[in-house]
């Protein structure tokens, strides 16, 4: 028992030596005496890229339509390109916690993490088919508007909600992590640079809307790229060239293999990063209301679908300047710990430390860099202060004030985003109170909840048969076990230590003794068990297994309360999936199960006079107009209501007009006898229970009750 001790030992002995024996010579000295400093054209850099940002919002505050309308605060108009929308897609979720996390990452753990690369491609390509052309044909403002007209009010009502929670917790977090980090290598004012930041951001996006964000995005994402190129640059030369960077990271065993191990309770493998990210990249950029309202602002929806898939070789690119950030750091310290200098927050103040270091000497590259750290907050920050707007202004206020004026809706849409910005001031202070491991927990909670949100939308897209209960049921078993197994991790996870160098080699070991030791590593060290072993679920598969837990639960109570019939369902809101993959079932089963018809088709174009969307949706009515076509709740040739504010579709959109782009969004129009009324519109229903689908419901009962009287009267 005693030599298997002793033998464990000396390996890992061995392996921390040579993890760092092979650099010791060259390892670069770090004075952490002294705090380092800015220099003039530090706070230049740094302050021009806070007065770009200002200024792009002031310019789109009194440029255009000067933010007078709803669809032009928080839908852009519907008028962006996709070269501006990929790249804000980007920014939205490439934040401060990733430029100080991943190469943190990577100089602790090795390269295991760019394996999650492989994701990416799945995780976009299946938005860009699926979930973009769902959404986006239904012309929506919030996504959860979605889970209304599949489900029912209630589920739209609890998802609102939980994407609320989400990004406030997310936001506190986003902007707290570049100050801390900042006030941590430089002495900078950490409250000084949280209300700066705060306050920039709030301001640029209450002025300029979504445009500002979207194009102050465009500017942060180029001032992200610009300074961890130049971080990389600078610590390859005075680690003494590309070849001695891959020298020093080979021998000190910080490149990865390939990590085929299936136990997902392992931390980072091929299966956890490449699979389980699957689901992550589709929590963020399929169903998140921040990049889902990016898309919605697109001109058409091949636009949409086009800055998708823009988006997938510039995360690459993000993601490998991280990683090879993380080497360089390596390279230049060696897997040096840094705990003693830097203190108990060494991880996250590393990055910034190493940035500061390696750039002393060169004026305006920290400053660079430091913008670059601010311009991902930003970035974050800013698009989530508009969708936090957006969701709460259509989805908890507008239902409850039909009749509100656009002046005031507008008015509101501001006030809400600004009052965002002081909430997340609060909750970067709430973060600084809670200690050492926030961050960690919050990242967890904001993956946790990613994944019940993701299974409820997936529940109603994909199966026509589920129901509000089972939505209802489902979402909440969701969270209950992503908040178990999040918080159970937390509180019963072991004082964590830090890991041996990935992929060791002990080359002093013969081949028979090394199989031994290893042997009696796996033997020896204990692994958890029971309910400890389903806490320590790698946080990477946190999203597939709570969105599988949605589906299946919800799944279970739609067919114990009843499964949706095919007629009950909302044209638009499925895609037709199941129905291709069950077409082997008899008709009759295929019948139950909702599967007979595709539902993903487009429903007709709805004509209601020149009244925009946002208009009518407000209720409120201005001089008639004659209707150059009429579908639902108005007669061909009568007047209906119109305002002379709005631009008709055909004259927006010069697609709808011809008819090839349909127009099924939840429009709330007028259905009585036709004749011009003034003031707001009192009796409005939505255009999936209009006369065309009660008249097709009517039909079709008509026809059941046909065919059973022939078969009573066969019978007889």
């Not at 390996?11 to 220099?39: G, V």
């Not at 491609?121 to 929506?140: C, E, T």
């Not at 409250?191 to 306050?199: D, F, K, R």
């Not at 997938?312 to 993380?326: D, E, T, Y």
């Amino acid at each position: 028992m005693w030599t298997k001790t002793l033998l464990i030992r000396l390996t890992l002995r061995l392996r921390e030596e040579d993890s760092f024996s092979s650099c010791s010579q060259e390892t670069i000295t770090m004075d952490p005496s002294d705090h380092k400093h800015f220099t003039v054209v530090d706070y230049v850099v740094f302050a021009i890229l806070l007065a770009a940002s200002m200024g792009i919002g002031l310019y789109y505050a009194l440029s255009g339509g000067r933010q007078r309308t709803t669809q032009e605060f928080l839908m852009a108009d519907r008028n962006m390109h996709c070269l501006p929308v990929s790249l804000s897609l980007i920014a939205s979720f490439q934040s401060a916690v990733a430029i100080i996390g991943v190469p943190a990452e990577i100089y602790t753990h090795g390269t295991q993490y760019w394996f999650i690369g492989c994701a990416y491609f799945l995780g976009l390509l299946i938005p860009a088919q699926v979930y973009i052309p769902v959404f986006y044909r239904l012309r929506l403002f919030s996504t959860y508007q979605y889970l209304e007209m599949r489900f029912s009010k209630a589920v739209r009502i609890c998802g609102t909600l939980t994407f609320i929670c989400q990004m406030v917790i997310y936001m506190g977090v986003c902007v707290y992590t570049p100050a801390f980090a900042l006030n941590a290598v430089t002495g900078f004012e950490l409250w000084g640079t949280v209300l700066a930041t705060g306050l920039v951001c709030t301001l640029y996006t209450t002025m300029g809307g979504l445009k500002a964000v979207i194009w102050t995005d465009v500017f942060q994402t180029l001032v992200m790229f610009a300074g961890q190129l130049a971080v990389i640059v600078v610590g390859v030369q005075k680690s003494g060239g590309v070849s001695e960077v891959w020298r020093k990271v080979w021998e000190g065993n910080r490149i990865s293999g390939l990590d085929l191990n299936p136990d997902p309770t392992e931390r980072h493998t091929f299966w956890t990063l490449g699979v389980g990210g699957i689901f992550l990249m589709l929590s963020l950029y399929g169903v998140n209301q921040t990049q889902v309202q990016r898309y919605l602002s697109s001109r058409t929806e091949k636009e949409a679908v086009r800055s998708c898939y823009m988006v997938f070789p510039s995360l690459q690119l993000a993601l490998a300047l991280s990683c090879v950030m993380g080497l360089v750091m390596f390279a230049c310290y060696c897997g040096e710990d840094h705990s003693d200098k830097l203190g108990s927050h060494s991880t996250d103040a590393m990055v910034l430390y190493f940035v500061m270091d390696m750039l002393q000497g060169l004026p305006g590259l920290p400053g660079l860099f430091v913008a670059c750290l601010f311009s991902a907050a930003l970035s974050t920050i800013s698009s989530a202060f508009n969708s936090l707007a957006t969701v709460t202004m259509e989805d908890l206020i507008k239902p409850h004030f039909p009749a509100m004026t656009e002046a005031r809706a507008i008015l509101l849409s501001k006030a809400l985003a600004m009052s965002y910005g002081l909430l997340c001031l609060a909750m970067a202070y709430l973060t600084h109170l809670m200690g050492d491991s926030v961050l960690q927990v919050a990242l967890k909670i904001f993956g946790m909840v990613g994944g019940p949100i993701l299974g409820v939308f997936s529940l109603g897209m994909f199966f026509p048969w589920a129901n509000s209960t089972g939505a209802l049921a489902g979402l909440g078993a969701g969270l209950s076990v992503a908040l178990w197994v999040g918080i159970g991790s937390i509180f019963t996870r072991s004082p964590g230590t830090r890991p041996p160098p990935p992929n060791c080699r002990v080359d002093l070991l013969s081949d028979n003794l090394t199989a031994v030791i290893q042997t009696a590593i796996s033997s020896n060290l204990s692994r958890p068990t029971g309910l400890k072993r389903f806490y320590s679920l790698s946080y990477m598969w946190y999203s597939a297994f709570n969105c599988f837990t949605v589906i299946v639960i919800g799944l279970i109570i739609s067919f114990l309360t009843g499964p949706m019939k095919e007629e009950d369902v909302t044209p638009g809101t499925v895609f037709p999936l199941m129905g291709k993959l069950l077409c082997f079932l008899p008709e009759h089963l295929k019948k139950k199960l909702c599967c007979v018809t595709p539902l993903g088709q487009t429903p007709q174009v709805f004509w209601v006079g020149s009244t925009s969307v946002a208009h009518l949706e407000m209720g409120k009515c201005g001089p008639s107009a004659r209707c150059p076509r009429r579908r639902v709740g108005v007669k061909r040739g009568q007047t209906c209501p119109a305002s002379e504010m709005c631009k008709s579709w055909g004259e927006t959109d010069p697609q709808r007009r011809s008819g090839s782009v349909t127009q099924p969004q939840r429009l709330w129009v007028f259905r009585g006898s036709g004749k011009t009324q003034q003031g707001p519109i009192k009796k409005t229903v939505p255009v999936v229970t209009a006369r065309r689908v009660q008249k097709d419901r009517k039909r079709k009962q008509f026809e059941r009750q046909t065919e059973t009287k022939l078969e009573e009267q066969g019978n007889m």
